[in-house]
């Protein structure tokens, strides 16, 4: 398998920027084991019987809170503490079957999912990352057993994305603690915690000058100083708490230190790239729980004497919105797979998930709605209310645009370092000028670049039945792997301000893990002897819809990349900027 200098799993995603691809990191798709086949049906059994008698998402919706017998209950379960070891109180679980157990949950209400993914996918994540054996010993079984609810606090009033902008200040008192002053805005339990991972400025001296760096506390519930704002009226997601917290002088014991102190930011980033992962697996439930009510009405609405799931524009949002579930849930367990074989380097992939995940479930509840027509607009169906509870997910952890110029931007680095030869000489007319120096690494430029025109290395896994989509994988993969480098030398260190085009990359890059991903898990089901033929014949049906759809897009990224709107969209934005607006009225012309 491929791996990098220390013996780890390489990224899958970062490869497809160079053009390449390891299919032993593809192929076989992983599965489910015999054992976590079983513990996975117990536990999603379970989660659905606790939620028919005790999960009432209108209620919880319609009251903004969630009452505490029922995460009492949910701790009871075992689902606050599914990653935490088993000789500390938890389940254990690896990061396949966590996602799937944690979907299960969001299958049922968003509030409730988000309070359990702020809780221990984000919430205590640094400590399982980052803690020593003493504090894991001193919070882990409490977390787990739902004593302690827990709560990541790293944005602020004037940092969001840009998380080296925070302010809270966390001072050394040479005593032996330290003293943490400042506010987070917007932490998912806030004002249930006895748990705070909370990401501060400290001071450090390098080269014998004093500069501030990100470190990670853990502050406990009820120290003084400690306090929140009020509870966030928010659209959706109600139930959940949401509140401001703030920092007055609040004094910590060096021993609440995670990690090292001045790493806090990749400690932060660690901990988003898992909480990524699980959203984007409760993003897939919730979609096919949207389908399942768009197929209920869709069979039983009849207009002109026929089920409206008859008609064409129906059955291209229905079959959208499977083809959709059917990706991404193969990107989320495609990649599980391989951080349980150890891939460390995953934030690509999660980010991926991410976005993708987020966007169809946007785009599922707005198609079930449109199906729904006049009963998806009224409050007595769950339409709006889901509609409402979903958006937030293109925000949480890291917009969907901020992830994007991260995905472009990691993703080009490799290929930028591999240029880096070429300096200067990316200039024809300057590398005329010396071309003895110049031919050598012209020669090699040259070559793998018609390699990549070529069309990349063939899926020799992929299952016959997609040997056309698998070909088509590969030639637009190489597609890819050209305007990666024709970006980089056409704007060269200047690509970090230019977004336009970072998001085409990221989209292309994203539609290549798409297919990849399902080509895959696809070629496993085909191979099985567990699927019937009409199972056979449903996902191989998505497959090529999917590679089909995919595919479009990438055409249309490529050819996007030269041929675009992008100086119109930049004046356009601009005039908008200094008008304040639109700007005039059809009175005025």
Not at 40 to 69: Q, R, S, Y
Not at 247 to 272: H, R, S, T, W, Y
Not at 378 to 393: F, G, Q, S
């Amino acid at each position: 398998m491929a791996s990098n200098s220390n013996g780890q799993l390489e990224s899958v995603v970062g490869s497809l920027f160079f053009g390449e691809i390891n299919e032993n990191l593809v192929f076989p798709f992983p599965h489910f084991s015999d054992s976590q086949v079983e513990m996975a049906k117990e536990m999603t059994a379970a989660v659905d019987a606790f939620a028919k008698d005790n999960i009432n998402g209108e209620k919880f919706d319609k009251e903004a809170h969630l009452p505490k017998e029922v995460i009492q209950g949910l701790a009871e379960m075992g689902l606050l503490g599914l990653g935490v070891p088993e000789d500390l109180g938890g389940l254990g679980l690896d990061y396949s079957l966590y996602c799937r157990v944690f979907a299960q949950v969001a299958s049922h209400d968003g509030s409730v999912a988000t309070m359990i993914g702020a809780h221990q996918s984000i919430g205590y994540r640094a400590l399982l990352n980052e803690g020593t054996p003493e504090q894991k010993k001193k919070w882990l079984p409490r977390l787990a057993s739902g004593e302690v609810i827990a709560a990541f606090c790293l944005t602020e009033p004037g940092s969001g994305s840009d998380a080296y902008s925070i302010k809270t200040k966390a001072v050394d008192n040479k005593d032996g603690t330290y003293t943490i002053t400042g506010q987070k805005l917007w932490i998912t339990n806030g004002g249930l915690a006895g748990f705070y991972s909370v990401f501060c400025k400290t001071e450090h001296v390098v080269d014998g000058k004093t500069v501030e760096k990100i470190s990670c506390f853990i502050v406990e519930g009820g120290s003084p100083g400690l306090s929140f704002g009020e509870k966030e009226n928010k659209m959706g997601i109600r139930a959940s708490e949401t509140r401001a917290v703030y920092f007055d002088k609040v004094v910590v014991p060096k021993e609440n230190i995670l990690g090292e102190l001045g790493k806090g930011f990749k400690i932060a980033m660690n901990v988003l790239n898992s909480g990524r992962l699980s959203l984007g697996a409760g993003c897939v439930s919730g979609m096919k729980m949207i389908l399942e009510m768009a197929t209920a009405h869709a069979t039983n609405r009849k207009q002109f004497d026929r089920p409206i799931a008859e008609f064409g524009l129906i059955q291209d949002k229905l079959t959208k919105m499977a083809a959709m579930t059917y990706a991404a849930e193969s990107m989320v367990y495609l990649t599980t797979g391989n951080m349980i074989k150890g891939m460390n380097d995953y934030y690509m992939e999660t980010a991926v998930c991410k976005i993708y995940g987020s966007e169809s479930l946007w785009a599922s509840i707005d198609m079930a709605m449109q199906i729904a027509a006049g009963n998806g607009y009224m409050k007595e169906y769950p339409y709006e209310r889901l509609m409402r509870d979903v958006r937030i997910n293109m925000i949480f952890e890291g917009t969907n645009e901020i992830l994007r110029a991260l995905l472009a931007l990691s993703g080009v680095r490799g290929p930028s370092e591999e240029m880096k030869e070429l300096g200067k000489v990316t200039d024809v007319s300057k590398a005329l000028q010396d071309p003895i120096k110049s031919l050598g690494v012209f020669t090699k430029f040259a070559r793998k670049r018609m390699s990549h025109m070529m069309g990349s290395k063939a899926l020799t896994k992929a299952h016959p039945e997609l040997k056309e989509q698998a070909e088509k994988f590969s030639s637009m993969l190489g597609r890819f792997a050209i305007a990666v480098e024709d970006t980089l030398i056409k704007y060269g260190k200047n690509i970090i301000d230019n977004e336009l085009p970072q998001g085409r990359l990221a989209d292309m890059v994203i539609d290549l893990y798409i297919i990849l991903a399902c080509i895959s898990r696809t070629t496993a089901i085909l191979n099985s002897s567990k699927a019937t033929q009409e199972q056979k014949d449903y996902v191989l049906r998505l497959t090529k819809y999917i590679c089909n759809e995919s595919g479009r897009k990438i055409k249309r990224n490529l050819k996007a990349m030269s041929k675009n709107n992008d100086k119109n969209v930049i004046k356009i934005s601009e005039t908008v900027v200094k008008n304040g607006g639109y700007g005039f009225d059809i009175i005025d012309f």
